[in-house]
């Protein structure tokens, strides 16, 4: 077996391109609009969250979070199918309260779950006017063109991970490989209607030198079993976008992305050496496949300006505490 680079980007290393144009969670939630600032629903969480977890700092996944958790109570409680909703429709509830009253809880849930869901897809829309940005090369210069530069050689493949939505790298590998190559490394074909060619993730082994976005991209759209790359504009629909949203931590139920989570775990398994930019380690799922996959011979580099925890007691680890730049780079050897 070839040696193998892998390469994990979280948001920290977008925010090294450009802070004002790639907001981190924190920031995300700090430009949200005053319309969605000022929502009650909006608030609640926010006050739960202080009094429950008193963090340092609130960010949006954290809302998000406790968003989600309230709508998915008020779908069991609607659900015929869920114990919840069961119970509630049940003659146990004449032992606790007139059925007369039960007509109108169900109208406070369904109020209170379509308020969630309009508060929800609003904080979501705010992905694509945050991060449809396309960075210049002197913005890429001391960052993701000085690592392509650095890695160059240092394995039979590379392959880049990453949960940002954004085009920084693929503006990079435009950049360093130009358009063609970096189109094969996207794994776009089609010159006009392009799309994903997502059985060359499926097929694990063919690939050589590969991004994968594991959250999917603005660019991305749904059509049927097919992930069409097209503008970064929001169509006003979020079952037309291939994302997984902020807040979400599990495992999708959405086929591509599970191709993508398991193509990260061979490639883990398989690496010589990984390199973690600005990532938290806070996606559990994630987390999961890092722990089950790094092997004791693996050389870990995590570059962050913060310390962190990495989830597997396996794996050389070195902690290069600072930002994503030239320094940062020439410290990792391969």
Known sequence: MGTRLTIFAGAGASKAVNSNEFPTTVEFFERLPAE??????????????????????IDIEMVLWILENLRNDCVRVQSKGSITGRFFRSSLINEIIPRKNIGAFFDLNSGARSRLDSLISSINEVVYDLYG????????KDNWLELLHHAEGAGESLEIFTTNYDAAI????????????????RGVSGRIRQKLNLKEWAEIGARHSTLTKLHGSLDWRRAGKEIHVGDSNFTGNHKNHAIIYPGFKGQSDN????????????????????IFIGFAFRDEHINSIIRENVTSSTDVY?????????????GRVKLIQSGFNKSAISSIKF
């Not at 609640?44 to 977890?53: H, L």
């Not at 940005?133 to 890429?140: A, D, I």
């Not at 995590?302 to 396996?314: A, C, G, V």
Request: charged share 25%; glycine share 2%; proline share 8%.
């Open 36 to 57: 969605i600032q000022n929502d009650s629903f909006f608030q609640f969480a926010i006050s739960f969250i202080r009094e429950t977890e008193n963090p340092d700092q």
């Open 133 to 140: 940005y396309e960075p210049s090369e002197e913005e890429l």
């Open 170 to 185: 693929e503006t990079a590998l435009d950049i360093r490989l130009g358009p063609d190559t970096a189109k094969e490394w």
């Open 255 to 274: 086929e591509f992305f599970s191709i993508f989570h398991n193509y990260l775990a061979k490639s883990i398994a398989e690496s010589s050496a990984i």
């Open 302 to 314: 995590i570059i962050n300006p913060n310390p962190t925890n990495f989830p597997s007691q396996r």
